[in-house]
């Protein structure tokens, strides 16, 4: 069982900071590729950040570039999105994601296998 469970949102002014955190159980947790996406009302979820199985590799969407940083610590199964600068325009709700078949799985949503609930980030101007 891989499923995530994220925590971490939350409400927030523009221009601060929010850390989520997604822990997942399994065995194998460092072979799984992990990904970070988001869905704002009336819109499809779209890619947020990246990260390899080993951590080594990271991506992200242009829009987030530069203000938010993925991160994983294998030895607690947990991946970490830190969001700084945060803009109204991150209004979503933010979902972790596993792959289990890809140790790199970027930013095809298809290659996700396993989601969390969601948490919900708000950036008030």
């Known amino acids: 069982q891989v499923q995530p469970v994220e925590s971490g949102g939350g409400l927030v002014q523009a221009g601060g900071s929010l850390r989520l955190s997604c822990a997942a159980s399994?065995?194998?947790?460092?072979?799984?590729?992990m990904g970070w996406f988001r869905q704002a009302p009336g819109k499809e979820r779209e890619f947020v950040a990246a990260?390899?199985?080993?951590?080594?590799?990271?991506y992200y969407a242009d829009s987030v570039k530069g203000r938010f940083t993925i991160s994983r610590g294998n030895a607690k199964n947990t991946v970490y999105l830190q969001m700084n600068s945060l803009k109204p325009e991150d209004t979503a709700v933010y979902y972790c994601?596993?792959?289990?078949?890809?140790?790199?799985?970027?930013?095809?949503?298809?290659?996700?296998?396993?989601w969390g609930q969601g948490t919900q980030v708000t950036v008030s101007s």
């Open positions: 990260i390899s199985c080993s951590g080594s590799s990271t």
């Open positions: 399994g065995r194998t947790f460092g072979a799984y590729g």
């Open positions: 994601a596993t792959a289990v078949s890809y140790c790199a799985a970027g930013s095809s949503i298809d290659r996700y296998n396993f």
